[in-house]
């Protein structure tokens, strides 16, 4: 193997991967728009405290966490037409993602997703050219030696601890083109490079121990403790570590058997000794880099004023770390910029796909269908057997999650219905955990989920091919997640 191999590892989308998924996406659009006149448009009534927002409906405020809500339950009623002023037109359709953001309720959320991307576009623009990933990798290379499938179970581990107690995810996409270059110089391809991120992630997210975005969010909605049923969370993210690591390692394997160069860590590490402390010194500074940028996630996601501005406080991290170890590593503030834009332009496709995804949930909350979907279905298990209850649930939410990725924004308002008319024989906790598993593992599936279309597209693998790869492994999870909650259903937990 070559000592300064080629890894393109660009933060940047392929032709093939965007059309496609911006054809699924058109397709999602139009299939949500005719939902909005198909499905009765109803509304249960929502209320905050705080006075600004009083009078608004309730799409306005429903998504911001910062607030005080209540949902009266058996206040649902169908609008007339007169009062469902706020569908959209068919022509309004195409020009939802603009809608959505500069006018939708999760514009500020998009806004800051479209910031960070662009941020570490530039960014990895400039730890690419600098040769500072390079660096890294043989850094990492030399550790490792035969180690490399023990280093998966870690690399797993570390991630789904991150996901699992801080709630991250679409943050931890930074340390994609690390994976991407570690995984080019292993003989592994790009899907299993960004597999580590999204799948690890993904699980984490799921198989939530304190992540303050779903189990936080839902207990306080629920009116209960976040410590309620954590001892079963616990068992359930060792079960899932051991799935998805096991799981990671066999696409790393199957990589192997099929690469017609096979793993020689040696000749990839083998430079000089002056090379060699270049290497570690460059090493570090990128360490430093991606460390305060976590940091200030873990910080302010551990601080609710701050909770809803961690991707700012990261973006913010990582152009003031790219100034300095930028200027360092390319030696002149021009060839900084220069690089940087660079980068930016590669990312942009990712705009597009975001906007058009948040379009799709801008069409849903506009044509207020969300709600009338919840009721036809409260009243269709309100008489059954808790377990059967149960897989309804988990199908419920998975057909909300559909329209609304945002985790905490169906917490808001999906959990405070069913805690405070719950099902017989199914306690809050159960309902929790049914969300937490409907919520997160779909977002590694569903085409609109942002996380998930931007990953694939900075790996430059398609959502067909993601798909067939990893959709016995999303079944095997659903199984499994729902033979977790029938044995919470029977020891009644």
């Given at each position: 193997?070559?000592?300064?191999?080629?890894?393109?590892?660009?933060?940047?989308?392929?032709?093939?991967?965007?059309?496609?998924?911006?054809?699924?996406?058109?397709?999602?659009?139009?299939?949500?728009?005719?939902?909005?006149?198909?499905?009765?448009?109803?509304?249960?009534?929502?209320?905050?405290?705080?006075?600004?927002?009083?009078?608004?409906?309730?799409?306005?405020?429903?998504?911001?966490?910062?607030?005080?809500?209540?949902?009266?339950?058996?206040?649902?009623?169908?609008?007339?037409?007169?009062?469902?002023?706020?569908?959209?037109?068919?022509?309004?359709?195409?020009?939802?993602?603009?809608?959505?953001?500069?006018?939708?309720?999760?514009?500020?959320?998009?806004?800051?997703?479209?910031?960070?991307?662009?941020?570490?576009?530039?960014?990895?623009?400039?730890?690419?050219?600098?040769?500072?990933?390079?660096?890294?990798?043989?850094?990492?290379?030399?550790?490792?030696?035969?180690?490399?499938?023990?280093?998966?179970?870690?690399?797993?581990?570390?991630?789904?601890?991150?996901?699992?107690?801080?709630?991250?995810?679409?943050?931890?996409?930074?340390?994609?083109?690390?994976?991407?270059?570690?995984?080019?110089?292993?003989?592994?391809?790009?899907?299993?490079?960004?597999?580590?991120?999204?799948?690890?992630?993904?699980?984490?997210?799921?198989?939530?121990?304190?992540?303050?975005?779903?189990?936080?969010?839902?207990?306080?909605?629920?009116?209960?403790?976040?410590?309620?049923?954590?001892?079963?969370?616990?068992?359930?993210?060792?079960?899932?570590?051991?799935?998805?690591?096991?799981?990671?390692?066999?696409?790393?394997?199957?990589?192997?058997?099929?690469?017609?160069?096979?793993?020689?860590?040696?000749?990839?590490?083998?430079?000089?000794?002056?090379?060699?402390?270049?290497?570690?010194?460059?090493?570090?500074?990128?360490?430093?880099?991606?460390?305060?940028?976590?940091?200030s996630v873990i910080i302010t996601t551990s601080i609710a004023a701050l909770r809803s501005l961690a991707m700012v406080f990261m973006a913010v991290a990582f152009i003031v770390g790219t100034v300095i170890v930028g200027k360092k590593l390319l030696g002149t503030y021009k060839q900084l910029g220069?690089?940087?834009?660079?980068?930016?332009?590669?990312?942009?496709?990712?705009?597009?796909?975001?906007?058009?995804?948040?379009?799709?949930?801008?069409?849903?909350?506009?044509?207020?269908?969300?709600?009338?979907?919840?009721?036809?279905?409260?009243?269709?298990?309100?008489?059954?057997?808790?377990?059967?209850?149960?897989?309804?649930?988990?199908?419920?939410?998975?057909?909300?999650?559909?329209?609304?990725?945002?985790?905490?924004?169906?917490?808001?308002?999906?959990?405070?219905?069913?805690?405070?008319?719950?099902?017989?024989?199914?306690?809050?906790?159960?309902?929790?955990?049914?969300?937490?598993?409907?919520?997160?593992?779909?977002?590694?599936?569903?085409?609109?989920?942002?996380?998930?279309?931007?990953?694939?597209?900075?790996?430059?693998?398609?959502?067909?091919?993601?798909?067939?790869?990893?959709?016995?492994?999303?079944?095997?999870?659903?199984?499994?997640?729902?033979?977790?909650?029938?044995?919470?259903?029977?020891?009644?937990?």
């Amino acid at each position: 193997m070559n000592n300064s191999p080629e890894m393109d590892v660009k933060l940047k989308f392929g032709l093939k991967s965007f059309i496609t998924v911006i054809a699924i996406l058109f397709v999602v659009l139009v299939a949500v728009g005719v939902l909005s006149y198909a499905i009765p448009a109803g509304r249960y009534t929502i209320y905050t405290t705080d006075e600004s927002k009083i009078g608004q409906p309730f799409y306005e405020y429903t998504t911001d966490e910062s607030l005080n809500k209540q949902i009266v339950i058996d206040s649902y009623r169908e609008l007339e037409d007169s009062e469902n002023t706020t569908r959209l037109p068919v022509y309004r359709w195409l020009i939802s993602p603009i809608e959505a953001l500069l006018f939708g309720a999760n514009s500020s959320n998009m806004i800051m997703i479209i910031a960070l991307l662009l941020v570490l576009g530039g960014t990895f623009k400039v730890l690419e050219e600098s040769g500072g990933l390079v660096s890294l990798v043989r850094v990492i290379m030399e550790k490792l030696h035969s180690k490399r499938f023990v280093s998966i179970w870690a690399i797993t581990g570390v991630i789904m601890i991150l996901s699992a107690v801080f709630g991250l995810q679409e943050q931890l996409l930074i340390l994609y083109p690390v994976f991407a270059m570690l995984c080019t110089a292993l003989n592994w391809s790009r899907f299993t490079a960004i597999s580590f991120v999204l799948i690890a992630s993904g699980v984490g997210f799921t198989t939530a121990i304190t992540n303050p975005l779903t189990i936080g969010t839902a207990s306080i909605a629920a009116g209960v403790s976040v410590t309620d049923g954590l001892w079963y969370r616990c068992i359930i993210f060792c079960v899932m570590y051991v799935i998805t690591s096991l799981f990671l390692v066999s696409l790393a394997k199957r990589d192997e058997k099929h690469a017609i160069q096979k793993f020689d860590v040696q000749g990839f590490v083998m430079v000089s000794d002056e090379e060699h402390i270049q290497d570690v010194k460059k090493s570090k500074m990128i360490i430093a880099l991606f460390s305060i940028a976590l940091l200030s996630v873990i910080i302010t996601t551990s601080i609710a004023a701050l909770r809803s501005l961690a991707m700012v406080f990261m973006a913010v991290a990582f152009i003031v770390g790219t100034v300095i170890v930028g200027k360092k590593l390319l030696g002149t503030y021009k060839q900084l910029g220069k690089s940087f834009v660079g980068g930016i332009k590669d990312v942009l496709p990712s705009i597009v796909i975001i906007m058009v995804a948040f379009g799709i949930t801008h069409i849903a909350q506009q044509g207020n269908i969300l709600h009338t979907i919840f009721y036809y279905f409260y009243n269709t298990v309100t008489n059954m057997s808790p377990y059967v209850a149960v897989v309804i649930l988990y199908v419920f939410v998975l057909i909300i999650e559909f329209f609304i990725p945002s985790a905490s924004a169906k917490a808001v308002l999906i959990i405070p219905m069913l805690t405070l008319a719950p099902i017989e024989g199914v306690s809050k906790t159960v309902i929790i955990l049914t969300y937490l598993f409907a919520d997160g593992y779909t977002n590694v599936l569903y085409p609109t989920c942002g996380t998930l279309l931007v990953g694939l597209g900075l790996a430059n693998v398609s959502l067909t091919e993601w798909f067939k790869k990893t959709i016995l492994f999303q079944l095997m999870l659903f199984a499994i997640s729902l033979g977790f909650l029938m044995l919470a259903v029977f020891i009644g937990l």
